[in-house]
Nanobody
Framework: QVQLVESGGGSVQAGGSLRLSCAAS????????AAWFRQAPGKEREEVAR???????NYRDSGKGRFTISTDNAKNTLYLQMDSLNPEDTAMYYC?????????????????WGQGTQVTVSS
């Protein structure tokens, strides 16, 4: 069982930056596939970025060039650095993780989820 707790959300003006954190217990990110998702009001949840247990990453178009996913195994924490934010980035952001081996970057569904952290970007 993996427990995930997000933090770091908040309100920021367009063009600003935020760094989201996701602390894990029960497993280390060195053994996990992990990802960030977001869901805006009235929209479907979408994946933003994914990282394998060995540090390979994949970004969806919404975050390419602006967002950076990373892990700190010493702190057992997943991060999402978000730069050049715009109002379209306003959403609840969730981290997710799972032990899925080589299927990580294939987009396999991840079983463990955090409770989410709200990001609001004003124009």
């Amino acid at each position: 069982q993996v427990q995930l707790v997000e933090s770091g959300g908040g309100s920021v003006q367009a063009g600003g930056s935020l760094r989201l954190s996701c602390a894990a217990s029960g497993y280390t990110f060195g053994a996990l596939c992990a990802a960030w998702f977001r869901q805006a009001p009235g929209k479907e949840r979408e994946e933003v970025a994914r990282i394998t247990s060995y540090g390979a990453t994949n970004y969806r178009d919404s975050g390419k060039g602006r967002f950076t996913i990373s892990t700190d195994n010493a702190k057992n924490t997943l991060y999402l650095q978000m730069d050049s934010l715009n109002p379209e980035d306003t959403a609840m952001y969730y981290c997710a993780a799972g032990v899925v081996g080589a299927r990580c970057l294939a987009g396999v569904r991840l079983p463990y989820w955090g409770q989410g952290t709200q990001v609001t970007v004003s124009s």
